[in-house]
């Protein structure tokens, strides 16, 4: 089965740094694209940063946040440093794969569970 799994939520206080990480496992061919998404409450999902054949970095994080990757460990990270109170979230890992589960490649979207960014005194 192929999956995203995240880690390195947590409580911050402002100002704080994080690094999230997520690791793609199962039967990879090859990864497209991986970033993060964030969701805070009553609001709606939205792109924080993207790595693939080109960086994405939304305004609001630019020059806070940095988006790195591992393609020998399928893992992709941010960094999040200078963080604000309106950073909290909860964030997604989101990569578009390759598998091969049934010998036969083809293309699927997956999403991680969410971990959750609090930053708060």
């Known amino acids: 089965q192929v999956q995203l799994v995240e880690s390195g939520g947590g409580l911050v206080q402002p100002g704080g740094s994080l690094r999230l990480s997520c690791a793609a496992s199962?039967?990879?061919?090859?990864?497209?694209?991986m970033g993060w998404y964030r969701q805070a409450p009553g609001k709606e999902r939205e792109l924080v940063a993207a790595?693939?054949?080109?960086?994405n970095v939304a305004d609001s994080v630019k020059g806070r946040f940095t988006i790195s990757r591992d393609n020998a460990k399928n893992t992709v990270y941010l960094q999040m440093n200078s963080l604000k109170p309106e950073d909290t979230a909860v964030y997604y890992c989101n990569a578009g794969v390759i598998e091969t589960s049934s010998g036969i490649g083809r293309y699927l979207e997956l999403w991680g569970q969410g971990t959750l960014v609090t930053v708060s005194s």
């Open positions: 790595i693939g054949g080109s960086t």
């Open positions: 199962g039967s990879i061919l090859k990864i497209n694209a």
